[in-house]
């Protein structure tokens, strides 16, 4: 317990210089690109009309639960591309920052919040053209929205969790990103973010397992709060399932990383 409350004090203490050097990352991504940072707007947009074009008005254009298939995909798909680009960047967090942040003399711990912060930006411009594309096929602003950042809260700290863990364990075992990265693709298939785990044609003992991935809380929070106006304490034991599942991911986490981050240097 200790080294979790040592690492979340060295992440609140410094997360102020650690936003102003995810912007500077952002500015140089596309330094060399003549649209510059318009990119990092236009990337998720022909992301999210791909699949519009190809789900919502080509290969399915049913209905999930009574919702549009176009919408239930967009409350799913747009937490998913957070989760994905902060996910997979934070597999090589501290690979990627060591040499700066020794320099800088960083705890290194905040490396694995960067690609977060990072992607930030992109996510809120893709949930607010969200909001529009829900307004304009019907579903109205209601105070259930409001989860909305109960839903964001949930999805930082997994994702933070997840990525606390594995930049470690990358820098410890060669081989980890390789195989989580393979692992990590599946789980785009089987979070609910595109295939509805409701469906009655799948095997119950696979839903279940799926059901407690936290990915697909996150992905499921976002959905009740836009789209089927249910509080998230009306799934009580769901909530304290996800919670404990990620303060044990935490406390791991912080556990491994200050117990190896003295020796990251011989290890890169």
């Known amino acids: 317990m200790r080294d979790f409350f040592q ?4 992440i609140v203490s410094n997360f102020k210089i650690v936003n102003r050097l995810a912007r500077f990352n952002v500015r140089a991504r596309w ?3 003549y649209l510059g940072s318009i990119w990092d707007y236009l990337e998720p947009t022909i992301y999210i009309g791909t699949y519009f074009l190809v789900f919502g008005m080509g290969m399915y254009n049913g209905s999930v639960n009574g919702q ?4 239930w995909l967009l409350t799913g798909i747009i937490p998913w591309y957070f989760i994905q680009g902060s996910f997979n960047k934070g597999l090589n967090s501290i690979k990627s920052q060591l040499g700066l942040l ?3 003399r960083f705890p290194v711990s905040v490396a694995p919040l960067m690609p977060m912060l990072e992607e930030l930006r992109r996510f809120f411009f893709m949930s607010i053209a969200m909001f529009f594309v829900l307004i304009i096929f019907g579903e109205m602003p209601d105070v259930h929205w409001i989860q909305f950042l109960y839903a964001f809260v ?3 700290a997994t994702v933070l969790a997840h990525n606390l863990l594995n930049s470690t364990l990358t820098v410890v075992i060669p081989d980890y990103k390789p195989a989580v990265s393979a692992v990590f ?3 785009f298939f089987t979070s609910g973010v595109i295939i509805n785990m ?3 044609h799948l095997p119950f003992v696979l839903v279940t397992i799926i059901k407690m991935f936290p990915f697909y809380y996150v992905v499921e929070s976002f959905r009740d709060a836009l789209l089927y106006h249910s509080w998230f304490w ?4 769901n909530a304290a399932f996800f919670w404990l599942l990620t303060l044990i991911m935490l406390m791991i986490g912080s556990m491994v990383h200050l117990r190896f981050r003295e020796r990251f240097i011989d290890m890169v």
């Open 154 to 156: 949930a999805m930082f």
């Open 198 to 200: 409701d469906a009655k």
């Open 102 to 104: 020794t320099k800088i």
């Open 68 to 71: 549009p298939y176009i919408l």
């Open 234 to 237: 009306d799934k009580a034991s």
């Open 185 to 187: 693709r599946l789980l």
């Open 31 to 33: 330094a060399d690109n």
């Open 7 to 10: 690492v979340m004090r060295e």
